[in-house]
């Protein structure tokens, strides 16, 4: 069972560093997409026994990281008409180093913390902690505000992995986390009826700059 | 069942709010669930209930120190909506109302959530609550200020969802099961391992401490603030950073009963002076009277964070300065928002001579500025100087001395720019404007009404609430 997880959660780490990586907006939200997929199917390999609430958080987890919130930033990106990240904060190469250092120093940070027997050997922890640190990348590095809610999106997905460490003995808590996929539904909501009701040229972070000191 | 009707009575008004079919009288609504709430609250600060153990909630004694002065802030500001509101009819209020509303009961169930998962549910979903607020004028600058806030805020809030699986995973490993109540934490304090312990109070710390707008984490402040109305950003300062200081003293009481108090009171000294130094800069530099009250209240934001770091006397100060704080901003952002309107501007280019154009908000806004910077008689100074008085009192003289320097520059910032506003000729273009706008008695009583509060506060400070504050700050173990 821990091989499988470990393979899946290592294919949610090696997505960060595409995110991190590519300049163009679909291939980031698709990333983005591909990891809340992988990330809900999780629980299932988790729990020995298939309990019905942990097969109904499954199926919710994957339609709303996998396809509502992707298929909402697809929608905000054909209003905005664009498509590439071109002035990111921080360049692509910078930030694709960063994130692998971040991984390596997440696998070495597992390692030294405190662990329960049961999860020594998974890669929940390390996977958490570079997937929360490349989401914040992404967060503060990039210029667009898809870019930016996608960088929240893996954020939130680390956040996500660190969580299942604690499905079993407080499910609610961990549940409640799904409140943070609405705040991304707020973000995404907001561009679109922005974009729909004003001019709001291109969509560049960059140009909100009225409110300053 | 009464600390129940303290959420129930504002989610049936904004539920009725929907419902409701006149726009002209719906903000009536405001003040109706403001006063029944109000009378809950006070009814609870007067015979507390009795708790029950291990409950996800209750009203207990942290609640009975905070919960009444939210109450009486949403109250006063409620009666100001209504005259706010009848200003802007060109705007839709129904979504307005019921964002408010759906707002107090959200803050009246995290002050008053005894579970960790709870108190971030609240948080979180109060948070998302705020956005429709803050885009209420929805102007691009309206826009980009609540961008801004959700960004900042809900990464803040992401990351105290992360410090609170942290804080869980504590527990787990040190032997305890699921129960993520407060109380129980606390029992079990020394069993709780410390990696995990100290990780958590650092992303509980960052993730709340930028709810409440703690340096650096402050950037959203001078946007959301400054682009609010004034009812708004009187009930963000008073209301949502006081849940946002509770979150913070509840975290801190468990990780203190873990044995880890050296550390707390460290980290917050070092924000809470920081935050007031880094205000103290900007207030001097700020050219705009709306941002400046945004710099303010994170000066203040500092000031309860270092009264926390003190231990004991400094809680009970800091409790003190909770309520003295929020409702003298009450009276700043009221009054602020009268100026600005019969102003037509908000920065010192622009605006000049307010105390011809519209004198009664003007007097207001200098006596409140005064009453902020902690002049007697009014309330901050008491609670201002009791904070000193905790940092003489636990020898530590050069944090006396650091917070009375930034006190210093912010009253120099904060009175610069006040009376660059209130003095000098008017300018033309404010005429006509200042005209369309009139100091009606809706619009100057609320302040005025938050001002008389603060002076009672200061020179009468009711028993009641001293003993609702010892009791709050006794629930965190004497420091040596």
Redesign the interface.
Known sequence: MTGALNLLIGLAMGLNLVALASSRLPSVIHAAALQGMVLGVLPLLLDHELHGLVALVAIATVAVKGFVIPGLLRRALRVANIDREMQPLLGFVPSLLLGGAATIGAVALGGALPLLPEHARSLLVPGAFATVVSGFLLLMGRGKAISQVCGYLILENGIYLFGLLLIRSMPLLVEAGILLDLTVAVFVIGIIMDRIQREFDTLDTGKLTSLRE | MRELALIAVPLLAAALAVVWPTERTRPWLLPAAGLTHAVFALWLLVTPPTLVANAWFGFDAMARATLPMVSLLFLVCSVYGVAYLKLRVERHNRLFIVALLVLLGLLSLALQAQH??LL??AA??A??MT?PLLHFNGT??A??????Y??IG??G??LS??G???L??AS??GGG??D?TFATLADRGASL?R??LIAAWVLLLAGYGTKMGLAPMHTWK??AY??APAVVGALLAGGMTTMAFVAVLRVKQVVDAAGASAMTERTLLAFGLFSMLVAAL?LL??PDFK?MLAYSSVEHMGILTVGAALGGAGIWAALFHVWTNSLTKGALFLSAGNIRRAAGGRTVDEVAGMAWRSPISARMFVIGVLAVTACPPFGPFFSELRIVAAAFQSDSKLVAAAFLGCLLFAFFGLTRLTFAIVDGRPRAAARAIGRRFPETSGIILPPLVFLAFSLWLGLATPSLLRESWTAAAKLFLPTP
């Open positions: 960790l998962g971030w549910v979180e979903a948070t998302l956005v691009a600058r826009f980009e200020a609540s961008w801004k959700l960004l809900g990464t809030i992401a969802l992360l609170s699986f942290c869980g995973y787990l490993h099961g699921g993520l391992t990696p995990w001078p946007d400054g682009e900007f530099g700020t941002r």
